[in-house]
């Protein structure tokens, strides 16, 4: 009869496997001034936002049009940081330009 020797059995873990979920992604909104220049808010959304000129035009003039514009959905910490880095760039050139963002 074989001897059992416990410090050489194997123990057998389990995992329990846990639902993934996405991070939350928020949206990233410009809101119209009276002070903001166009060029100015199509400059952002070329440079911060990466917009190709004719998209940054068409959410520029829905930003003058309707008060707010949406410039993109990012993960929390992006979105975080390009509504920060939009509030440094027009501070620097003396514009009381508001980006928001929001959980979509």
Request: hydrophobic share 35%; proline share 8%.
């Amino acid at each position: 009869m074989p001897l059992k020797r416990p410090e050489l059995e194997e123990e057998i873990l389990t995992e329990e496997k846990q639902e993934l979920k996405e991070p939350p992604k928020y949206r990233v909104l410009l809101h119209n001034d009276d002070y903001t220049t166009m060029d100015f808010v199509v400059y952002i959304l070329k440079t911060v936002f990466g917009k190709p000129e004719p998209e940054a035009v068409r959410i520029m003039l829905n930003v003058h049009r309707n008060g707010i514009g949406e410039c993109g959905i990012y993960p929390a910490e992006i979105a975080e940081t390009k509504v920060a880095t939009v509030h440094y760039l027009a501070r620097k050139q003396g514009f009381p330009l508001k980006c928001t963002m929001e959980e979509v």
